[in-house]
């Protein structure tokens, strides 16, 4: 069964700077796509950053300059390294993987890793 298993969230003041990693297990395949989400309170899940297996990175414009996003293919292991954080930074943030095949998509999730950011 595959699973994802985020680690590195925690309370952190406005400029400060947090690392999130995320370790997949329970897979003998690479992912095509490895990413973070977040999710505020009240708001819906959103775009934070994606890596694919050759290294194309794609981020939201909010974190653009602030975030840098990197794989480790052989660990299959994502990683998200936010620094200047802002109060709007503060949500759970979920790893995302996509392995795309002949006969379809699939996707998982972890269980989100709460990140707060105080001002």
């Known amino acids: 069964q595959v699973q994802l298993r985020e680690s590195g969230g925690g309370l952190v003041q406005a400029g400060g700077s947090l690392r999130l990693s995320c370790a997949a297990s329970g897979i003998i395949f690479s992912f095509n796509t490895m990413g973070w989400y977040r999710q505020a309170p009240g708001k819906q899940r959103e775009l934070a950053a994606t890596?694919?297996?050759?290294?194309?990175?794609n981020s939201a414009d909010s974190v653009k300059g602030r975030f840098t996003i990197s794989r480790d293919n052989a660990e299959n292991t994502v990683y998200l390294q936010m620094n200047e954080l802002k109060p709007e930074d503060t949500a759970v943030y979920y790893c995302n993987a996509v392995r795309i095949t002949t006969w379809g998509n699939f996707e998982y999730w972890g269980q989100g890793t709460q990140v707060t950011v105080s001002s």
């Open positions: 890596i694919t297996s050759g290294g194309s990175t």
